[in-house]
């Protein structure tokens, strides 16, 4: 008689067995949970590391930027102060020696004033407007025949001015080229970064150097050197209208006449720029509204491009599961899910379509507004430079014809010779 073969070994229960499985299934999703949190404590972690460091570099750098930007100021105003000094230099070297001849003969104002008319007939559009420049110059025009100029010569007093210009220029040379050296470093340390070849550890890095001054010790030297060549520069100023005091009154109606022409010039180049500044201001903002748009177009186009890959999976995961046999081709959840899928992705690709049909729409509506723009700066860049030439070819009426060089004083300042209000002053 044959025996029932049993395999040896302990023996489990069915509900054992079941409780095995749904153990190793609770098992796997709590390990699944466990990673996922620590995934996104990491990924937490490094962003806020990540955020921290960027934050820190950035707060440097802008300290760095704010550094350098203050130094750039100074520098600016020294070479400003610099370049002064050269134009008052040479202008009072103009006048020291304008003081030994005879100035222009009378001819000479008709010649600028027809010259200062001439120069600005070639304004265009909108800025051919009949302003008081105009009318002041159409005006000396015709009282220069009734002029005339004399000169008396104050040599000792003008040589004395023109060594302690000079003396002055050299502090504040001295000051403008170290201002020059630490802009390069400090612009040489905020071009650094982790990818520069020369960056390394150093030893001791946040020692304070020998020698090193207060902020306030540092501010208060560059202000006394601009104070002492600003202070040299209005009594340099204030001689040449003592030089030329002795022809002020056979000279006043003419004279008055120029400085009111001159005015009305200056006031004109300050409209012109205040208005091309604008324009300027309006132009930077619009490049940057384009640049803007052009990126958020890109972004627009690349994120249709991925919806559509997306929808592109969604039609094939459709198109595979109408391939399922028999009774296992059943409109099932996943079925929904993938069709609310596809009509979702279509709607998101149009609305992603439209937005860049109307960003491109915006887009060229900028570059019109920037020709615009563009086409206006140049009619107020022409005009203001007009109005300079004027007043360059105006200088030939208080410097001698023999003398004038235009070239010797580039910078635009009104007090390179006398005017009448200075004149009336000293």
């Known amino acids: 008689m044959a025996s029932l073969s049993v395999k040896p070994g302990q023996r489990f229960t069915m509900p054992d067995w079941q409780n095995h499985s749904l153990l190793i299934s609770a098992d796997a999703e709590q390990q699944r949970y466990n990673s996922h949190n620590v995934r996104q404590e990491g990924r937490v972690l490094?962003?806020?590391?990540?955020?921290?460091?960027?934050?820190?570099?950035?707060?440097?750098?802008?300290?760095?930027k704010d550094r350098v930007t203050t130094i750039d100021r100074w520098r600016e105003?020294?070479?400003r102060c610099l370049t002064e000094m050269d134009a008052e230099i040479d202008a009072l070297t103009k006048v020291k020696e304008a003081a030994e001849n005879a100035l222009q003969a009378k001819n000479l104002w008709l010649d600028v004033a027809i010259e200062c008319l001439t120069f600005r007939e070639s304004r265009r559009d909108i800025d051919v407007v009949r302003d008081p420049v105009e009318e002041e110059l159409v005006k000396e025009?015709?009282?220069?025949?009734?002029?005339?100029?004399?000169?008396?010569?104050?040599?000792?007093?003008?040589?004395?001015?023109?060594?302690?210009?000079?003396?002055?220029?050299?502090?504040?040379?001295?000051?403008?080229?170290?201002?020059?050296?630490?802009?390069?470093l400090d612009r040489q340390c905020l071009a650094f970064?982790?990818?520069?070849?020369?960056?390394?550890?150093?030893?001791?890095?946040?020692?304070?150097?020998?020698?090193?001054?207060a902020l306030r010790e540092w501010e208060l030297n560059s202000q006394h050197n601009?104070?002492?060549?600003?202070?040299?520069?209005?009594?340099?100023?204030?001689?040449?209208?003592?030089?030329?005091?002795?022809?002020?009154?056979?000279?006043?109606?003419?004279?008055?006449?120029?400085?009111?022409?001159?005015?009305?010039?200056?006031?004109?180049?300050?409209?012109?720029?205040?208005?091309?500044?604008?324009?300027?201001?309006?132009?930077?903002?619009?490049?940057?509204?384009?640049?803007?748009?052009?990126?958020?177009?890109?972004?627009?186009?690349?994120?249709?491009?991925?919806?559509?890959?997306?929808l592109k999976v969604a039609h094939t995961r459709l198109e595979t599961r109408t391939y399922r046999?028999?009774?296992?081709?059943?409109?099932?959840?996943?079925?929904?899910?993938?069709?609310?899928?596809?009509?979702?992705?279509?709607?998101?690709?149009?609305?992603?379509?439209d937005k860049r049909t109307e960003s491109q729409n915006t887009l060229d509506g900028l570059y019109r507004q920037l020709h615009r723009i563009q086409t206006d700066i140049g009619y107020k860049t022409n005009s203001l430079q007009l109005d300079n030439k004027c007043?360059?070819?105006?200088?030939?009426?208080?410097?001698?014809?023999?003398?004038?060089?235009p070239e010797v004083d580039a910078v635009s300042r009104t007090r390179n010779l006398p005017n009448k209000s200075e004149l009336e002053l000293a």
Request: charged share 35%; glycine share 2%.
């Open 325 to 353: 046999p028999h009774i296992e081709l059943c409109r099932d959840q996943a079925q929904y899910g993938l069709t609310d899928e596809v009509q979702q992705l279509e709607k998101t690709i149009r609305a992603l379509q």
């Open 193 to 213: 970064n982790v990818n520069s070849g020369n960056i390394s550890f150093k030893v001791n890095p946040t020692r304070v150097p020998d020698g090193a001054t």
């Open 77 to 79: 105003a020294l070479a």
């Open 46 to 64: 490094r962003n806020e590391t990540g955020n921290q460091a960027r934050w820190d570099e950035h707060n440097s750098r802008t300290r760095l």
């Open 226 to 310: 601009k104070d002492r060549a600003e202070a040299e520069l209005k009594a340099s100023v204030d001689l040449r209208g003592a030089i030329t005091l002795t022809i002020a009154q056979t000279n006043n109606e003419l004279d008055a006449q120029r400085i009111a022409t001159e005015f009305a010039i200056r006031k004109r180049m300050r409209d012109m720029e205040g208005a091309l500044s604008e324009l300027r201001w309006q132009e930077k903002n619009t490049l940057d509204e384009i640049a803007d748009m052009e990126e958020e177009i890109r972004q627009l186009e690349d994120d249709i491009r991925k919806r559509t890959l997306d």
């Open 391 to 405: 007043m360059v070819s105006r200088r030939k009426l208080v410097v001698p014809v023999e003398k004038f060089d």
């Open 141 to 184: 025009v015709k009282t220069i025949e009734k002029v005339k100029k004399e000169l008396q010569q104050r040599v000792d007093e003008a040589f004395k001015q023109l060594c302690l210009l000079k003396e002055a220029r050299q502090e504040l040379s001295l000051d403008h080229r170290h201002k020059v050296e630490a802009l390069e």
